[in-house]
């Protein structure tokens, strides 16, 4: 665990990204396997279910520290962070009376111990304990743990472990470690995995052929388009598809098996049955990429609509009947079990194509009993032919359809996959006036990818480019303030701004980003001096500040006061020219309501 605090204490102190990487590179050289396995597990953002809920903890906190609650609420309230805050009150070991906490003994060894002991024969087998053993356990632990080890150890049991690394600082640290290819980490990191000896060992290893039956590849990411589009060149040499605001995925098809990934690397097939039974039409050995979109009546709904299936439990057939989803399919990564990533683009396209047909007439076989049907598709290397069954890189076929449920198919008069569009024009000026009409199609923008570009790992410049509209904006004033969390804790940092409805300001949105620091510090140093009321850690200031906000979308909304709910609001500037009087009015925001 020693090991393990050290290199989250490195990371924690720098920005510099070399050091980082470095501080990575030293860790991993000399860590056990077992302990590299947790450790990777932890830094790329991957954490187990919380074992302990934040009240109990927060109850053995203030017994162990022998004060009053509200005195660790103060405390809270003052660090930002509970994990720094636990770490700060509780005793040092060596500081603790034999009365006040059970005996270490109740942990499963004695002395120091490497992060993966920790991790599996405390940390996770603490969810199948009673309260009593639970407490008697934490207690034991922060009996023995001291310093930057406890701490590391209360952001592991709060589920709250974050530090500034990427995956990609991580990947680049692995790979100079062990000489593997960067790309082979990167894939064998995607979808499901235990943190084991045998795993991180597999993980560096030099052949790059292996794959698991459900691993996804790792995504393609666009970069903003800053510049104008005619900037890249002719207009032949790129295709345009419209930017559609849902969840990113890729459906699987392997060995008889459908999996649905979404890009924050969840499997989220059984939040969507309707794309995972098209899926089971799909030839085996194909990963397509995509965008799971609420979709009715051939158009595409408001994103808030298909967070109504993303935060249920339950689908219920109501709910599946009034946010029907597709896949809006726009590459193909895998065809006959074949790594097709390094294709050209037009390739994969052409590809994709045959394969959206081909699950079209299967589609419409299976809900309505037809036999089977006979699709035939062109590529760069020939003719495609498929006769009921899936189709093979030799261009034959080899399987029939395999049987399955109807009933989440029979609702869709059209497939549940779908082909994301090719915008065409005739040149980049007629491109523009179709990208001007983006909010009107319920879209972000455009996407501009090279014709004969390679589906790469992660965001690469000069092959996609997203080319978004200008997002809504609206001038709204200050009414809350919050303290931020970790580096930002002694700091108000988190905001909630207000417009006006008649003569009442009403609570419109909350940001937290966009100010720099010195004018964080001047936004700190007026609500310390303006605050009006306080509701534990919300502190009530005098409405005087204004401030641009900007946000990707907007509806209708029963759950908040304003009956507005905006996506992804951030600070664009703050508005010292304007009064408060002079912020926007909720008729205003409502005029911006797609359709109104």
């Known amino acids: 665990m020693n090991l393990f605090a050290e290199l989250y204490t490195a990371l924690d102190e720098t920005n510099r990204t070399s050091a980082k990487v470095d501080a990575l590179v030293r860790y991993f050289e000399c860590a056990d396997p077992a302990d590299a396995a947790w450790a990777l597990y932890f830094l790329i953002g991957r954490r187990p279910r919380q074992a302990v809920s934040m009240p109990r903890l927060r109850a053995w906190a203030v017994e162990a520290a022998a004060i009053p609650d509200w005195l660790f609420g103060e405390s809270y309230d003052a660090v930002g962070d509970f994990a720094e805050t636990v770490t700060l009150l509780v005793p040092e070991p060596g500081e603790w009376h034999p009365a006040d906490v059970a005996s270490a003994s109740v942990l499963p060894f004695d002395g120091p111990q490497p992060l993966h002991r920790w991790v599996e024969a405390v940390l996770l087998p603490?969810?199948?304990?009673?309260?009593?053993?639970?407490?008697?356990?934490?207690?034991?632990?922060?009996?023995?743990?001291?310093?930057?080890e406890r701490f590391v150890w209360n952001k592991l049991?709060?589920?709250?472990?974050?530090?500034?690394?990427?995956?990609?600082?991580?990947?680049?640290?692995?790979?100079?470690?062990?000489?593997?290819?960067?790309?082979?980490?990167?894939?064998?990191?995607?979808?499901?995995?235990?943190?084991?000896?045998?795993?991180?060992?597999?993980?560096?290893?030099?052949?790059?052929?292996?794959?698991?039956?459900?691993?996804?590849?790792?995504?393609?990411?666009?970069?903003?388009?800053?510049?104008?589009?005619?900037t890249l060149g002719p207009l032949a040499e790129w295709q345009a598809e419209w930017k559609w605001d849902g969840i990113r995925a890729q459906l699987i098809r392997r060995a008889g098996q459908v999996f649905l990934w979404s890009r924050g690397e969840d499997l989220i097939s059984d939040r969507f049955p309707e794309i995972t039974a098209i899926g089971a039409l799909l030839p085996d050995g194909v990963v397509i990429d995509g965008e799971v979109l609420p979709w009715k009546d051939g158009t595409v709904l408001p994103f808030a609509q298909l967070q109504r299936r993303i935060g249920r439990r339950d689908l219920t057939r109501n709910v599946l009947d009034e946010v029907p989803v597709v896949l809006l399919a726009y590459d193909l990564l895998e065809l006959d079990g074949v790594d097709v990533r390094d294709r050209p683009l037009t390739w994969r396209r052409a590809q994709l194509e045959w394969l959206v047909a081909l699950v079209a007439g299967r589609f419409e076989g299976e809900t309505r009993g037809h036999g089977e049907q006979e699709t035939r598709g062109h590529g760069e290397q020939g003719t495609w032919r498929q006769e009921g069954g899936g189709v093979s890189s030799a261009g034959f076929v080899s399987e029939k359809p395999s049987?399955?449920?109807?009933?989440?198919?029979?609702?869709?008069?059209?497939?549940?996959?779908?082909?994301?569009?090719?915008?065409?024009?005739?040149?980049?000026?007629?491109?523009?006036?179709?990208?001007?009409?983006?909010?009107?199609?319920?879209?972000?923008?455009?996407?501009?990818?090279?014709?004969?570009?390679?589906?790469?790992?992660?965001?690469?410049?000069?092959?996609?480019?997203?080319?978004?509209?200008?997002?809504?904006?609206?001038?709204?004033?200050?009414?809350?303030?919050?303290?931020?969390?970790?580096?930002?804790?002694?700091?108000?940092?988190?905001?909630?701004?207000?417009?006006?409805?008649?003569?009442?300001?009403?609570?419109?949105?909350?940001?937290?980003?966009?100010?720099?620091?010195?004018?964080?510090?001047?936004?700190?140093?007026?609500?310390?001096?303006?605050?009006?009321?306080?509701?534990?850690?919300?502190?009530?200031?005098?409405?005087?500040?204004?401030?641009?906000?900007?946000?990707?979308?907007i509806q209708r909304s029963a759950r908040h006061k304003s009956g507005i709910a905006v996506r992804f609001p951030r600070i664009l500037r703050w508005r010292h020219d304007k009064r408060p009087a002079d912020a926007d009015t909720i008729e205003t925001v409502r005029t911006m309501l797609p359709g109104d």
Request: aromatic share 10%.
């Open 157 to 230: 049991i709060t589920g709250a472990f974050r530090v500034g690394v990427s995956q990609q600082l991580v990947v680049r640290a692995l790979a100079r470690v062990s000489g593997a290819d960067s790309a082979a980490i990167t894939h064998r990191l995607m979808g499901e995995w235990q943190p084991s000896a045998a795993f991180y060992q597999a993980l560096l290893a030099h052949d790059s052929a292996d794959t698991d039956v459900s691993r996804p590849y790792p995504f393609c990411l666009a970069y903003p388009l800053d510049d104008a589009p005619e």
């Open 403 to 553: 049987s399955l449920d109807n009933a989440p198919l029979l609702r869709y008069s059209a497939t549940p996959l779908l082909l994301s569009p090719i915008v065409t024009a005739t040149d980049w000026n007629d491109l523009a006036a179709q990208w001007a009409m983006s909010r009107e199609r319920n879209v972000e923008g455009m996407m501009l990818k090279r014709r004969e570009s390679a589906y790469r790992v992660g965001r690469v410049r000069g092959d996609w480019w997203k080319w978004k509209v200008a997002p809504y904006t609206v001038d709204a004033v200050l009414i809350y303030a919050q303290r931020g969390s970790g580096k930002r804790a002694s700091l108000y940092t988190d905001y909630t701004f207000a417009v006006w409805d008649g003569d009442r300001l009403v609570p419109f949105a909350k940001a937290y980003s966009g100010l720099t620091d010195e004018e964080i510090r001047q936004v700190d140093a007026f609500v310390r001096r303006n605050t009006l009321e306080k509701f534990g850690p919300v502190r009530t200031v005098t409405p005087e500040l204004v401030f641009e906000l900007a946000f990707e979308g």
């Open 126 to 148: 603490l969810r199948e304990r009673d309260e009593a053993e639970q407490r008697a356990i934490i207690l034991a632990a922060w009996a023995t743990l001291g310093g930057a």
